[in-house]
């Protein structure tokens, strides 16, 4: 197990050292180097010291790389499975399909490195040629979150390898185990010294403001909380330094009276229960039209008092832990909170005997105007609310600051895709519970980010766009 940090290609001690804690049973599983000036330094010298040479280096090279730690991750993902829930508290099957998703980044990312397009014309005018071409931004800032600690590094990794940047990775203070694995790998693969570095830097907020005044950093990519996010936008205004920003969300689910319930139910429970409800693409609001409600609602009941709760590493289990007790009881809180303000417990609803981070499956029922709907919840809670007509739903589900994902369950692919273009989110999955790929265009409207990950659009995050004008 990784330890120390990375940067130039040397495993370093920082400057002090942080215990990473098992949250199923409260234990540390390690103790972990952390960064003050001096590491974040080095790492900011060695990815600027490293970008040309990786700028320059033939996309096939670098795509070559990209496969072969693509090749190791998955040789490998057993163990790297059990560090993601051991550090993270998910269950191993969860845990597995995250090494499966975050592997896949760097082959997909491995295939986008070769196929950059560009674009060469003749102006309208007919006075110049327009060539248009894409170069590697820079060193990149990549800061990543605890709930998906192997998929949301590989997914900024992966375009920033491929696109030519070096970078710096910032895990999440509770799971920085498996971005040091992940790393493992890529040296391994043969990245060169410089071209990935990771950091935990302590205190966090003053280092990275530092670093986003520094004019090495080109570029910022991050993944967490909108609170968070607006902060490092404001810190990036000053050097007017590019951001990608996927940030919260308050996933709605629209189940029309058409839908096959048994199938919507298998898919909301996908979307509500994969990662114990802990993704920001986590269905947290389930809008259910009257005709199917009571059906609906106890299917779904029934299904979620079906899983089974305990240690992520046991065998049989479905539901592990949530991150911290912390995080638990902001879950515990909003479920209070919903049920002060007139909200009914199907199941679930209590915070279980013991020690762990445990929260258990929960089925509420709800008035449109509960509190607990404009919260995003991130864990395993569904919030279910009746509505009338097909305009009422719509404004219902859009009626949130944010807009990463909706859910739509309907027997008719006409009505289907007519909501899905009135759903105010950057990804819309119909009849599924989960549409995540590699391969397809990730991110949100309003409130929940800046710029997708993944898909075509993915590796243009860390590319610029160079306009080239040519006198005939
Ligand atoms: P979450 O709710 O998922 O924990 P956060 O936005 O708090 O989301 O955290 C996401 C990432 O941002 C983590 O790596 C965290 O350490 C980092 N982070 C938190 N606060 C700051 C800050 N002020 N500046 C930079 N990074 C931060």
């Given amino acids: 197990m990784r330890t ?22 409260g234990s540390v599983i390690a103790e972990v180097a952390t960064a003050g000036e001096v590491e974040v330094e080095a790492a900011l010298e060695a990815a600027h010291r490293a970008f040309p ?70 102006s309208p005018s007919g006075d110049k040629r327009i060539l248009v071409t894409h170069q590697p931004i820079g060193v990149s800032l990549l800061i990543t979150p605890w709930n998906y600690p192997a998929g949301m590094a590989t997914r900024k990794i992966g375009p920033a390898l491929a696109a030519g940047c070096t970078v710096i990775l910032k895990p999440a203070g509770e799971t920085p185990l498996t971005a040091l694995a992940i790393v493992d790998i890529l040296e391994r693969a043969g990245v060169p010294k410089g071209v990935v570095n990771v950091i935990l830097p302590k205190p966090v907020g003053t280092i990275i403001s530092k670093m986003l005044h520094d004019p090495r950093v080109k570029n910022l990519s991050f993944t967490g909380s909108t609170e968070v996010g607006r902060v490092l936008l404001h810190e990036a205004a000053d050097q007017v330094i590019r951001c990608s920003m996927e940030l919260g969300g308050n996933a709605p689910v ?25 993704a920001c693409t986590a269905a947290n609001r389930i809008y259910v039209q009257r005709p199917i409600a009571e059906k609906l ?47 009914l417990v199907r199941t679930g609803g209590k915070v279980p005997a013991g020690a762990g981070a445990f929260y258990p499956a929960t089925v509420l029922t709800v008035a449109s105007d509960n509190e607990i709907l404009k919260n ?44 899905a273009e009135a759903m105010e989110s950057g990804m819309v999955a119909i009849n599924r519970g989960v549409i995540s790929d590699p391969a397809a265009p990730f991110g949100g409207m309003k409130q929940s980010g800046l710029g997708r990950e993944g898909g075509f659009d993915g590796i243009h995050e860390f590319l610029e766009t160079k306009y080239i004008g040519v006198e005939i």
């Fill in 4 to 25: 120390q940090l990375y940067i130039d290609g040397k495993w370093v001690d920082g400057n002090a050292t942080m215990p990473v804690y098992d949250p199923s049973d």
């Fill in 53 to 122: 040479a990786w700028a320059k280096t033939a996309p096939r090279v670098r795509s070559e790389m990209l496969r072969k730690a693509f090749e190791i991750m998955t040789a490998e993902s057993d163990q790297i499975a059990t560090l993601i829930s051991r550090e993270n508290g998910k269950v191993f099957a969860d845990a597995k399909g995250e090494v499966a998703y975050a592997a896949e980044f760097f082959r997909w990312f491995a295939e986008e490195a070769v196929r950059t397009p560009g674009d060469f014309r003749k």
């Fill in 254 to 278: 629209l189940v029309f009276d058409d839908a096959d319930v048994t199938k919507a139910v298998e898919g909301i429970m996908v979307a509500k229960m994969r990662n114990g409800g802990a």
């Fill in 297 to 343: 609602t106890a299917e779904l009941t029934k299904a979620m008092e079906a899983l089974h709760m305990g240690a992520p590493l046991e065998a049989g289990m479905n539901l592990g832990a949530s991150v911290s007790i912390k995080e638990r009881d902001k879950i515990a809180g909003l479920v209070d909170m919903a049920v002060s303000q007139g909200g």
């Fill in 376 to 419: 995003e919840v991130f864990g395993p809670v569904a919030p279910i609310v009746i509505f009338d007509t097909d305009e009422e739903g719509i404004a219902l589900a859009n009626n949130t600051d944010f807009g990463l994902i909706s859910y739509v369950f309907s027997g008719e692919l006409g009505r289907s895709i007519r909501i």
